[in-house]
């Protein structure tokens, strides 16, 4: 129609709705591969997921916890899968239309979903389903074709979508017209290469802790935690140094020129620890102690509400040797890119969970001294700033003052919607319903961002932020950064970034721009 | 001195610090009565109480819950053990000083507590102490007197205090100068009748649940909880609505003239839980079903994060039964209470836990709804108001709007704390000392109120609230409500009250006083 001149760049990208681009976005079954279908559903969310049958949100999880790939079985979801629907691949239920449960949510955090495949009887409690005279067992791998709806015995192979055509002209448009930067949630060189090949400008949100779950490392960091003293801890540490270095180094590589904001270890220890007896046997036996004491320092870890618990920069300032190591390991990092002649990246490295400037200030110093010794050690520069997550109602009230040891502000939306409403997003599934039936609330505030009472929080940070520290970068990195509604908020507040999972990029793009450009619509 | 006309009334009451009231009003030792005492230690926080000995904070919780006595017996506390320190009547420390944290915290609760007692050794993994040839084991009821440092085998009758002499006269000139009201905290005949001896001046939280503990009522609590229909829910309530409707007239007669908060029900659910196997048993016995089922619905009904999960107005709006039978109790006690010529309190309905306007606006129609009913049956009227507790952010924020629905506010400052902070309280004691060490906290916020953080959200509350509801009354029903800066911090908002526990509210009276007399104290 532009070509056509019946509209214009403006009035097009105005006319998409920005969550339709999905379905262009999602790998899709290779044509020339076999398949054994055996049943269909609804093509509920676009594209094609492998992985191994799970038929609780808890064993998604927990297969996710070893870097497997599931696929999510529910007769129905309800809000208590969401954390199974996240770990999962995909999602497949036995009811449910296109705008059920599992495919509202299931587009909204791009994971492909079959729903409503009437075609499927579950038996939860001999953990197995039925499709035809094919029974398919918890640990049976399958593949479902969330363009076709199409459920699929094995593992089919799937090809990458490629941005061109149509697609991408629009996405050029959303360039010309956007104002915001649109960064991506990332840990790995996967994820990240993935997001720059969809336009995005960097990385907003590294969470280190992702590192830290591979079956290798776990035993590792299962050591760090049950250390008593420093130097137990120190030598636990040492060992996992040379990981997270590699793990960075191949970031940045993937990352160059753009900046990338690495949030140090932020998750209460205890989600670390060895929970069944089989893993606390091998902890044990790694750690040439008996299981008790395994056990023993398991419960004592063990928190009422680790949400609000010993978690983020409190892990800081009660073990500074764990962000120390970890920053050791991003400026070695930086120091062997630059080494390699790799186009640099800016590391920024942000403080989680602060509810007062004196923590900022204390681990600032921290990561200077470390910046300081690598710095001395190579005899060159470090490209570095330090900043700070926004995610309690203390630091965006407290914003002036902790903006004076911030170079960055990134808003941690989810955590700030938690603490805000007094909402724990895994137990909200219990009463979500009643609300949403109520009408007390219009959407999931953990969907799309709570403009009246999180949105307030975020404008009263931005400006004494602002205030105080002129050259403050602002920015989020919640699930809301993915979101179109949410966008068009942190645009209209003039945050200079929104960061979001690697598949949503390009819905930020045409959000942004479509943002930019409602803002200079006049109203007659 | 002001007999002597050295110093006038208003420079005596600036002149004592509130703190040291403590000592003038808790229970003393019955000199009449002989005593065995076998060790003695420092009179760290003043009063004498008797009770069960327990070397964990989690067993003086459990028998609390069961309504018995204990005294918590301790190498040293820390923060950790604060819950415990709550549920003990009194606490008994074998290590630290006058300034301990036993020391210190104990006298901020009022509790009674001898520490740093040399002649005491503690063996927990035997759960017992020695002091001399004495073994005293875990279950044994001693008595400690905080006041002389005297540890006594077995009960000791003790002596309820009397305000008298030139205590009165101190608390008659406070009432002159105070302008805040002073009203406390209490679920029982007994603490309703110590705090207006005191001087309170109504009750600013009675928290229902607290009287739903007693083993009589429990069974019928978990009968309710563990229902799967509204039907079979129902069944349980109107057993529930008598004991409770006592419950409420029993305190209205105490508290005749002056006004009654009553928070509706607001832990979550599963803190009435069965947890042991044979509370298990014992409830699948009452209800007639195998314990098996009994396990399962415990489990279903677990959270994540409690403290943000199915609780306050949340189980208003799922399971508006549970509030229709308390409001029932409510009125029909204040009826009752007419019919017998018991000078009237006002119950002031509170709803706890709101975070949007709308939550309000439907469970202050179902009050209503219940009040009309029950005017109606009797052709009476009742004096009632319905308010809310604001102890979220989000609630702080939308002060303006929520402000219509409500006849008042009360602050919950403990919960307020905890997610303006994003810190349990429970859970704070991993790593509050190294927040204290390295001097982010100058003190415990939940001891004395935060007031930049915490203290800002409830000026904002205050101001928007008032803004829109000329009429609305504004008190504060935390711990903070017995911490003489946190007072004055109250007075200075120009809130109408605040209230806390019966042993602190002379400290209160006091602490209002100097709050009103320094804020006229000219600077030249």
């Known amino acids: ?168 002209t629009i996405m050029n448009w959303s360039n010309e017209f956007k104002k915001l930067k649109i960064r991506t949630n990332a840990e790995t060189k996967k994820d990240s290469r993935v997001a720059r090949e969809f336009g995005a400008e960097g990385i907003g949100l590294c969470r280190t802790e992702h590192m830290f779950f591979d079956q290798e490392r776990i035993l590792y960091v299962r050591e760090m935690i049950l250390s008593k003293t420093k130097e137990d801890r120190n030598r636990a540490l040492v060992k996992l140094l040379p990981h997270q270095k590699n793990d960075f180094k191949e970031i940045f590589k993937v990352m160059y020129g753009f900046p990338v904001t690495i949030r140090l270890l932020d998750p209460p220890l205890h989600e670390f620890l060895p929970k069944t007896q089989k893993e606390i046997d091998e902890v044990a036996t790694f750690l040439k102690i008996n299981s008790k004491e395994v056990k023993d320092r398991t419960d004592e870890l063990h928190e009422q509400n680790p949400m609000l618990g010993h978690r983020g920069c409190r ?139 999180v949105g307030e929080l975020i404008q009263i940070a931005s400006s004494r932020g602002r205030q105080a520290n002129k050259k403050l970068k602002l920015g989020i990195c919640g699930e809301h950064g993915g979101d179109p509604r949410s966008i068009d908020f942190c645009s209209k507040l003039g945050l200079d970034y929104v960061s979001c999972s690697p598949f949503r990029v390009p819905v930020a793009r045409l959000s942004a721009a479509q943002a930019e450009l409602k803002s200079k619509i006049k109203i007659p």
Not at 20 to 32: A, M, V
Not at 117 to 124: G, P
Not at 412 to 427: H, K, M
């Open 1 to 168: 129609m532009v070509k056509e001149k019946l509209i214009n760049k403006k009035e097009a990208i105005l006319r998409i709705d920005p969550n339709t681009l999905d379905t262009l976005l999602h790998p899709t079954l290779d044509k020339k591969v076999e398949k054994k279908i055996i049943a269909k559903g609804l093509p509920a969310s676009p594209g094609a997921a492998s992985g191994k049958v799970v038929f609780t949100a808890e064993e998604a999880e927990r297969l996710k916890s070893v870097m497997q790939n599931t696929i999510l079985v529910r007769v129905e979801t309800s809000p208590e899968d969401i954390h199974g629907m996240h770990a999962a691949k995909g999602i497949l239920t036995a009811r449910g239309g296109m705008t059920s449960h599992a495919a509202v949510v299931a587009r909204g955090m791009g994971r492909p979903c079959v729903s409503g495949s009437a075609e499927i009887i579950i038996d939860y409690s001999n953990k197995e389903f039925k499709a035809g005279n094919i029974t398919v067992k918890e640990g049976d791998t399958i593949t479902i074709d969330g363009g076709s709806g199409e459920i699929i015995l094995g593992t089919v192979a799937t090809v990458q979508p490629k941005i061109s055509g149509y697609f991408s």
């Open 315 to 453: 892990l800081g300032i009660s073990f500074p040797e764990i962000y120390e190591m970890q920053c050791e390991a991003i400026f070695e990092a930086l120091v062997e890119c630059k080494k390699e002649k790799i186009k640099s990246v800016t590391a920024e490295i942000m403080i989680p969970l602060v509810s007062t400037d004196i923590e900022l200030k204390i681990l600032r110093n921290l990561v200077n001294k470390i910046a300081d010794k690598i710095q001395k050690k190579y005899q060159t520069k470090i490209d570095y700033m330090v900043g700070t997550m926004i995610e309690l109602p203390r630091a965006a009230l407290q914003a002036k003052e902790i903006s004076k040891y911030a170079n960055f502000f990134s808003f941690g939306t989810n955590d700030l919607t938690q603490t805000t409403f007094g909402i724990s997003r895994d137990d909200s599934g219990k009463f979500l319903n009643d609300y949403i039936n109520n009408k007390i609330f219009q959407i999931d505030p953990f969907v799309s961002l709570d403009q009246s009472g």
